[in-house]
């Protein structure tokens, strides 16, 4: 043992770690809220999603509706939404980014 302390306050990291949990429960919930959109084909399929990736909104423009080529149409909306949740993790990464390094490096589930 050290004289004269050397040993952490405990109450003080615990205080310290509380507000980060705290911290990072706010930010997720203003991801859960943020709409993030994503396009492809130009903007003839635009997706919506929050910013923890939850698909909102989906909207075809009537020019990408062809009943014989579904299949194109269905990879618009793919790549709509991949789009959007590119963006979305984008986000996550902005707003619980520097929370995580915070708590000494990634946050187990989250990618970073």
Not at 6 to 18: C, D, F, I, K, V
Not at 59 to 67: G, H, M, N, T
């Amino acid at each position: 043992m050290i004289p004269g302390g050397g040993q952490p306050n405990m109450q003080q990291l615990l205080q310290q770690a509380q507000k980060m949990q705290q911290d990072l429960a706010a930010a997720q919930e203003e991801l859960a809220r943020t709409p993030v959109e994503g396009s492809s084909g130009g903007g003839l399929v635009k997706a919506t999603v929050t910013g923890a990736g939850e698909l909102q909104a989906l909207v075809i423009d009537p020019k990408a509706v062809d009943p014989e080529d579904t299949e194109t149409l269905a990879d618009l909306v793919l790549a709509a939404v991949r789009d959007a949740n590119a963006s979305a993790q984008q986000l996550q990464e902005r707003k619980l980014g520097p929370l995580a390094q915070g708590l000494g490096g990634g946050i187990p589930g989250l990618p970073f």
